[in-house]
């Protein structure tokens, strides 16, 4: 299936205190953590690629390029969303614009890209990293 550029997916969830900043230890403060808002964007632009992936692939977070604007205070709702801007001629390589937004406006935005895998493959290589 051709992967259709211009598809989105977007996320939502709650700010919790195990999804602060204080938490996860990027921070010393209970504001929604970046390492959770850069988890979002990825798993939103996974879902958003997931449905065009043949059986056996899947596809595997390389470049991640975002700005963190603005905090978010635990119990607020925040959004994150991808979408799919370009594929590369190959296919194997796809592009998306993500941005994350809380309840009173946008917190963060950039690019990220995923490589596309056969993931039985990726996982055997990456396990054979374990034997000396």
Do not use: Y
């Not at 996320?11 to 919790?16: A, I, N, P, W």
């Not at 059986?55 to 963190?68: F, P, Y």
């Not at 604007?69 to 614009?97: C, H, L, R, W, Y």
């Amino acid at each position: 299936m051709m992967i259709v550029i211009g598809t989105k997916c977007r996320l939502e969830q709650t700010v919790t205190q195990e999804l602060t900043a204080e938490a996860v230890g990027s921070g010393a403060l209970p504001v929604f953590g970046t390492p959770f808002m850069a988890a979002m964007m990825e798993n939103a632009a996974l879902t958003a690629l997931q449905p065009f992936l043949e059986e056996g692939r899947g596809s595997v977070g390389t470049h991640l390029d975002i700005s963190h604007d603005a905090p978010t205070p635990v119990g607020m709702k925040v959004f994150a969303e991808a979408e799919i801007t370009g594929v590369s001629e190959n296919g194997k390589m796809v592009e998306f614009q993500v941005s994350a937004w809380d309840e009173k406006g946008p917190i963060g935005k950039g690019t990220h890209t995923r490589a596309i895998i056969a993931s039985e493959k990726f996982l055997a290589r990456c396990n054979a990293r374990l034997n000396p």
